[in-house]
């Protein structure tokens, strides 16, 4: 069985400066809203994927990327280089996810210990079908079961390690770009995402 946790790495090299996407920002930042519109379109998918991915709601993923676009378009003038739009706008659906998980979290009934108990009994957030855990016969791992157990061992990661494979591995974009993400340097990413993939692999033994 292959691993579900691998991923083709994506070319790391420099990146390549995106012209249209420079001329869209500069207008923007001028004042021309059908600009940024075209920008929002663009960024739209990836925005809500990694709210998504960090949030696991996708009500709540929706709000905090129009929350972000929001912030993005109002603080527009504060960013000197045109060319790094995607990453400064990453930065702040990443920082806008990360800080509405921990407010969502204590106002949340359930502890985090609790949240976190197994599989048994859990019901899948899409299908609200019954997770179980194991087949009979050790005949391996249903789609649905692994999908979900990748699911509940991704929010035991740190957030940056959690953040760092989401970008990386998940949504494919260069290291680089994480890097200006994250706001860190690429060998930090590698690390991150190094030690997010192993601590992944050690909490699916049972499922690979």
């Known amino acids: 069985m292959s691993d579900p946790l691998e ?30 519109a075209s920008l929002v379109r663009k960024y739209q998918r990836r925005a809500v994927s990694v709210a998504y991915r960090l949030l696991g709601s996708v009500e709540d993923a929706s709000d905090v990327s129009q ?6 378009y109002r603080n527009l003038s504060q ?3 045109p060319s790094r739009f995607g990453a400064w706008l990453m930065r702040v659906v990443s920082n806008l996810s990360l800080n509405y998980r921990r407010s969502r979290a204590l106002r949340s ?9 197994g599989l048994a009994g859990a ?24 999908h979900y157990a990748i699911g509940e061992a991704m929010e035991k990661l740190p ?9 990386f591995s998940v949504e494919g ?12 340097s690429v060998e930090l990413v590698k690390w991150n995402v190094f030690q997010a ?12």
């Open 197 to 208: 993939r192993q601590k992944l692999k050690d909490m699916l033994a049972d499922f690979l």
């Open 123 to 146: 019901r899948n957030p899409t299908s609200g079908r019954p997770v179980s855990v194991g087949l009979a016969g050790g005949s391996g791992a249903l789609p649905e079961e692994l």
């Open 159 to 167: 957030d940056k390690q959690r953040l760092a494979l989401i970008l």
């Open 67 to 72: 929350e972000a676009f929001v912030r993005a």
């Open 173 to 184: 974009l260069p290291q680089k770009e994480v890097a200006e993400i994250l706001e860190c």
């Open 7 to 36: 991923k083709q790495d994506v070319n790391t090299e420099a990146l390549k400066i995106d012209r249209g996407e420079v001329a869209l920002v500069t207008e923007a930042q001028e004042g021309d809203s059908e600009a940024f």
């Open 109 to 117: 009934a359930t502890s985090l210990d609790d949240a976190q108990l």
């Open 79 to 81: 960013l000197e280089d």
